[in-house]
């Protein structure tokens, strides 16, 4: 009796020991699976005791496209942990009787813009060429909305945003740090070596550089009180807009300058010298890059800028798309698939071969919707857009008349950072992008923050908050 109770008192022990030795066979068969699987046992840990580092986990993980695929795509790392996420918001919403948690509750008349536009890319289903082409964008779709919904609950105070702002900008450190320590072989179709980080991608690492950059900014001025932290911030910083540099993406760098410029506009008189200041030590740096140290290859990437290496004629084919089906689409996820029906029309196409060959997604966000999903699926794509920004600036304003000027700050830089990852995906198809979908998620629920703190003012001085 005493030895089996023993072995129960030991069985937690026991357990952490089989895991461990799991682990260790993993990684003698593929580290990243070892990593991967240690990963996932703390997030799942993590994400059930605490919503708000659930997601903050996943901000970093989304940036970690190297980890290992299970059964490829449709079955990835990032899949498995926003799933767990998922099952945590839907437990902690289904128990709690605060409405502010809630966004359907907090946010009524929008929540049904969320449900019109996931409906209508269903309903796109039934005129699309192939249906079953469509069925993972549209799953795509519902999740980067549960996304959006999860961030409403998870960031209730002002402590969760800068978890959340921070976790993104250490997912971007990471991918951008990746990318100068694993520089790609050069590629021939480019001719140069463009750094593409965790995610893959150069053009589509890039744009989540730029708000990384704005973010790690925007915390470096706030984090006064933690001068580690706030140097690691600024170090971020550095190391995101480096990535753009070295991404070579045209797209990118077009994102970066407006994202300065933006910054500049929208920094008020509090801040304005110093967003001038990052502006001109960016705009420097990058031409003291591409001017003195790149390659003559590189540099000439960045400073022609022709047929965007076969995407106008893509952009010409997609908008050929928009005006045979201006109020429909072609069907959520068939861009690829019907594009070559548009291609012998007048019209001089140099790269027919990014649609018949190897056809290539429109390289332009609001036109991949547009040809998709017709005027009503951007319309409400564009209007979820809208009330994010527009939550945001209301933030930003509240906390400006509460006196508040690190909240006011990062709602700012949040603003920027959003400007300049939208003005990215004018070069590059990512509306289904994590890293889009959390930035916009969190603009409702800075709003939520805002509002909370004008209240809890107006209770103790009504003047004040008026």
């Not at 971007?172 to 179709?189: E, K, M, R």
């Amino acid at each position: 009796m005493a030895a089996r109770l023993d072995l129960r008192g030991r069985a937690g022990q026991l357990a952490v020991a089989a895991v461990a030795v799991l682990l260790g066979m993993a990684a003698g068969i593929d580290p990243r699976i070892a990593v991967a699987a240690a990963i996932g046992l703390a997030f799942v840990v993590l994400v059930m005791a605490d919503l708000t580092i659930g997601l903050c986990l996943f901000a970093v993980i989304a940036f970690l496209d190297v980890l290992p695929h299970l059964g490829g795509s449709v079955v990835s790392f990032t899949k498995i942990v926003g799933f767990l996420l998922a099952i945590s918001w839907l437990a902690k919403v289904s128990s709690s009787d605060d409405s502010r948690n809630d966004f359907l509750a907090a946010h009524p008349t929008f929540s049904y813009v969320l449900v019109l536009f996931i409906g209508w890319a269903a309903v796109s289903l039934t005129w699309a060429e192939k249906p079953g082409v469509g069925a993972t964008p549209l799953l795509r779709y519902a999740l980067n909305l549960i996304l959006f919904l999860i961030a409403y609950t998870a960031v209730r105070t002002p402590r969760h945003l800068v978890w959340t702002l921070g976790a993104y900008v250490a997912g971007s450190a990471a991918a951008a740090g990746y990318g100068l320590l694993n520089p790609p072989q050069n590629v021939a179709y480019y001719d140069v070596t463009r750094v593409s980080g965790t995610i893959g991608d150069p053009n589509e690492l890039a744009a989540v550089l730029v708000g990384g950059t704005v973010l790690a900014a925007g915390l470096a001025a706030t984090l006064k009180r933690w001068p580690m932290l706030r140097l690691a911030a600024g170090a971020a910083a550095a190391l995101c807009a480096g990535g753009i540099f070295l991404s070579l993406s045209r797209g990118g760098l077009v994102a970066l300058a407006f994202s300065l410029v933006a910054a500049v506009v929208v920094a008020g008189r509090r801040w304005r010298g110093q967003a001038v200041a990052l502006a001109v030590v960016i705009a420097a740096a990058g031409f003291v890059y591409f001017g003195f140290y790149a390659s003559s290859g590189a540099a000439s990437r960045v400073t022609s800028f022709g047929s965007g290496t076969g995407r106008t004629d893509i952009w010409t084919v997609g908008w050929r798309m928009v005006q045979a089906h201006p109020g429909t689409g072609v069907g959520v996820g068939n861009y690829q698939t019907s594009a070559v029906h548009y291609l012998l029309q007048p019209g001089v196409i140099l790269r027919p071969e990014f649609i018949v060959d190897t056809p290539k997604v429109a390289h332009n966000t609001y036109l991949q919707v547009l040809a998709e999903l017709g005027v009503p699926g951007i319309a409400m794509f564009l209007a979820i857009i809208g009330f994010s920004l527009l939550c945001i600036l209301r933030a930003a304003r509240i906390f400006e008349r509460l006196g508040d000027p690190p909240m006011e700050l990062l709602s700012r830089a949040l603003l920027v950072a959003l400007c300049g990852v939208l003005a990215a995906d004018f070069f590059i198809s990512e509306e289904f992008s994590k890293q889009l979908w959390l930035l916009l998620g969190l603009g409702p629920a800075l709003l939520g923050i805002a509002t909370t703190a004008k209240r809890r003012v107006s209770q103790q001085d009504p003047s004040a908050a008026a």
